[in-house]
């Protein structure tokens, strides 16, 4: 029997690339496609070697062509840290609304079946706590995040659109935020800026008063979830996430505590529309797909340590974003 095969976007990103090693194990033929606005070929290079890995440099939001057959879809090309949606609102834009319309044509030529990638701010900044999967939302259209928020919404309300109008098989996940090895260490996101900190020896850097709390994923378990909707027969929409929710405070002490770092907190002020909690309900993974997170908080942050600290030195003083902070306080 062939084996199947795969098409991932974003495949050179923290996500993308995680899959990519995901779906070589289970044995697939995975096709790889990035346009590297934010990924990068690093996270990936360990495959090219690989007789079943080929990868296209393309940029979904103009027609895709994929030669041969394709069982699976993967899309997880977007921009996903808020520094990057500031920075690139219009890319962001076209990724989930052009860029999935292109996607959801392909599945159907190819009769694959997609599972896009959606997130938790689909609920904005929410009202209730934790989420589950019948909330509306509370987002802001014309906020900062709104480029972001409401592209997603639209994936998942066209991939809906696609299943009902043309019986397309869809898988629509809800990614809750999720860290580990591969993330850029200045893509603004709190887990490596905070270890950045503390590898540079600067002050961390908590925004508002660090009340406002999350709920943080180790990419392994989050692969480990998607790996099995995607095989589900389940096409309503599905969070993933770890419901271990911490404030922001308190998640910067822990990383003071597990980097041994002096340095001390700093509090900045609080990005606008910055939701005040964030935690998943995960009733339906649980009893879906049988799947719950099994790596601990220490145990994941300690690996995405040993990771930023293996990384050359130069990576720790590159400035992605010049205007960091004008970018998210505006
Ligand atoms: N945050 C912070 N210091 C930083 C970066 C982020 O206190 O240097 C806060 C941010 O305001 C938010 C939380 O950490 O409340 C998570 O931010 P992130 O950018 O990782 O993603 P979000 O969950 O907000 O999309």
Redesign the pocket.
Known sequence: MNPKRILITGAAGFLGSHLCDRFIHEGYEVVGMDNLITGDLKNIEHLFKLKEFEFYHHDVSKFVHVSGRLDYILHFASPA???DYLKIPIQTLKVGSLGIHNLLGLARAKQARILIAST??VYGDPLINPQHEEYYGNVNAVGP?GVYDEAKRFQEAITMAYRNFHGLETRIVRIF?TYGPRMRLND????P??IG?ALRGED?????T?T?T?SFCYVDDLVEGIYRLLLSEYSEPINLGNPDEIT?LD??KEVIALTGTRQKIVF?E??KD??KV?QPDISKARAILNWEPIISRSEGIAKTYAYFKSLPSEELYRTEHKNFETYIHK
């Open positions: 840290s808020p520094i938790s701010e995040r935020n603004g996101r709190v887990l800026a905070f900190q961390l850097t908590v925004f508002g660090g406002q999350r922001i998640f910067a900045k609080l990005p910055d939701p964030r």
